[in-house]
């Protein structure tokens, strides 16, 4: 790669010791200078000089929480997405049923990804209601959340479920009829499982699918991504994503806590800079809008509810828990002491409480208390104070959902939850004011890759419809962005490399067409949209990416679907 010197309306660098710069001159794909263009050229006397064009350059944005691979297989073609940004009503889906039926061939396994019955208002399909669209075509529909899943009548004779119905797994079960037979619904990841990777082996390149993700989180501004539920069965899927020319991500993995093989290393082909395993991932409790998080405060009797299949008399129950404290505890002892990074996905209070609990009693066992663990909540959407207050105390990062309040903030005010409670979900002012480090995270497949509508968000309190609940709870802009770039590569355990324009640090930016402190947040999405993305020092070409994927024999990767659970948290 050429040494090059990088200019733009203003380069903004997240470094407090030089806030701003004119440019930043880029050798071997990382970072040699920043500031003056005179100061980069004369620190790079042979470097191109490259007007970007760009309004502002900033540090490519970070996800730490996502699931860029098996988001790509679950909801890029060959499947067709139904999330509610994409078909906003149950209508909408139903015409993108129509197309589906009418634009393949009658004996192709058709997938729809994102139904979400809340924002759909619809509930959550049979096989009989399927079976009335489709008649004997295989068909399978994933909830957004990534806990349902809905499957025709053709799905279950195919598995030969109709003559002899699988047993519930652990911490998962099937709906079922009164005979016992399958209902056409399933919930928690092994039901996923089983439904869904036979059906994906079926269909499509699996590894081109992940492709097309990593390219609409390029789009986004992503240059740094995570899987927080990493299979080592993946490994060789991402070796040959990050092989590809003009791959766009650098990817940070958390293995799930039921592999049985979390507590053991894990090496890559590519260099540690592209893919690296950095932790263990738990679940306390499940999402929100299934009615299975674990909450002190009971959701409400509404049409909304009701439609969305959630019985305020049992939902959000200490039954939503997924582990014991004694559970937790053991897979804390075997992990700690191998020097992982814990990180527990924990939305409902009684949730966070007990991942606080089973983290203080094992930060103390260890004697981690005071170093620099970094351990992790994810969500926190019913986090108050006093749960910032102690993650702060304890060392413990939190990363929260923006999206969660966008798409869903005006059904939790009043609909799922009371005011005084859904109108404070997703309390990012208070996280921040705890001094806790707080990032911000997309969670794909569960909501588009838009960090910039991210910092939006938790800057404005604006819901996607434009109203406003808990404008105390908003951050402030510089807040915002710090949490999508320095403190989501702090979280990662990444800051020494990315998060900042930085001497030392790999030259990851995004450009954006506007400078984001020069427009209220309220238009910031409108206003500050992403040119393009650069990785390493060289600005990512996504024709190119996929076309290197989609031009080499992926066979060897067809068993990635049979390992993929679409949507994920």
């Not at 790669?1 to 930043?24: C, G, K, Q």
């Not at 924002?119 to 489709?134: K, M, Q, V, W, Y």
Request: charged share 20%; with cysteine; proline share 7%.
């Amino acid at each position: 790669m050429p040494d090059r010197v990088l200019t733009a309306a203003t380069v903004i660098t997240m470094d407090d010791d030089l806030p701003r710069a004119e440019a930043v001159a880029v050798s071997d794909g990382s970072i040699v200078a920043v500031g003056s263009v005179a100061h980069c050229v004369a620190a790079l006397p042979a470097a191109q000089l490259v007007d970007t064009g760009a309004a502002a350059l900033l540090p490519g944005f970070i996800e730490p929480h996502g699931h860029p691979l098996v988001s790509g297989i679950a909801t890029q073609p060959p499947a067709r997405s139904i999330a509610p940004w994409d078909a906003p009503t149950w209508a909408d889906v139903q015409a993108v049923f129509a197309e589906a039926i009418a634009g393949s061939e009658p004996g192709t396994p058709l997938w729809f990804a994102g139904f979400d019955a809340l924002l759909h208002r619809h509930p959550s399909p049979t096989a009989r209601e399927l079976d009335e669209i489709f008649g004997d075509r295989v068909t399978v529909v994933t909830d957004n959340s990534g806990h349902g899943v809905y499957f025709s009548s053709a799905l279950i004779k195919q598995n030969g479920w109709d003559v002899t119905p699988p047993a519930d797994p652990v911490a998962a079960h099937y709906g079922r009829n009164a005979d016992g037979s399958l209902n056409g619904q399933g919930f928690e990841l092994p039901v996923l499982v089983a439904v869904t990777g036979p059906l994906l082996a079926q269909m499509g390149d699996p590894l081109l699918s992940a492709a097309r993700y990593y390219a609409l989180m390029s789009r986004g501004g992503y240059t740094s991504t995570s899987d927080m539920t990493y299979d080592p069965k993946f490994r060789a899927g991402y070796e040959a994503l990050a092989a590809a020319t003009s791959c766009p991500l650098r990817v940070s993995m958390w293995e799930m806590s039921t592999t049985g093989t979390y507590s053991e290393p894990e090496t890559f082909t590519a260099p540690d800079t592209l893919l690296h395993k950095a932790g263990v991932k738990l679940w306390t409790d499940g999402s929100p809008w299934v009615g299975n998080i674990a909450i002190s405060f009971p959701y409400l009797d509404t049409e909304a509810t009701r439609t969305a299949g959630i019985d305020p008399a049992v939902a959000g129950s200490l039954e939503s828990m997924n582990y014991t404290p004694a559970q937790l505890d053991a897979i804390l002892d075997t992990a700690a002491p191998a020097g992982w990074q814990m990180a527990f996905h924990a939305n409902g209070d009684l949730a966070l409480d007990l991942a606080l609990d089973a983290y203080e009693g094992a930060l103390t066992r260890h004697g981690l208390l005071g170093t620099d663990h970094r351990w992790r909540i994810e969500h926190a959407g019913a986090g108050t104070r006093r749960h910032f207050d102690r993650a702060a105390r304890l060392g413990v990062h939190v990363s929260m959902s923006p999206f969660q309040y966008y798409y869903w903030g005006d059904l939790l005010d009043g609909q799922i939850f009371d005011h005084d409670h859904g109108s404070q979900w997703a309390a990012f002012a208070d996280a921040v004011a705890s001094g806790a480090c707080v990032s911000l995270h997309n969670d794909g497949s569960v909501s588009p890759p838009t960090p910039v509508i991210n910092v939006a968000t938790a800057a404005s309190r604006r819901t996607r419809s434009g109203q406003v609940h808990g404008p105390d709870q908003a951050m402030t802009l510089d807040e915002a962005l710090r949490a999508q770039t320095i403190n989501a590569a702090r979280t990662l355990r990444r800051d020494h490399l990315v998060g900042s324009i930085t001497v030392g640090k790999l030259a990851d930016f995004v450009e954006l067409t506007a400078d984001p402190y020069d427009v209220h947040p309220d238009k910031l999405a409108d206003t500050a949209q992403v040119r393009g993305t650069w990785l390493g020092g060289q600005r990512v070409d996504l024709d190119v990416f996929l076309a290197a994927v989609g031009g080499t024999d992926n066979a060897e990767h067809a068993h990635l679907a049979e390992h993929t659970k679409p949507g994920c948290c």
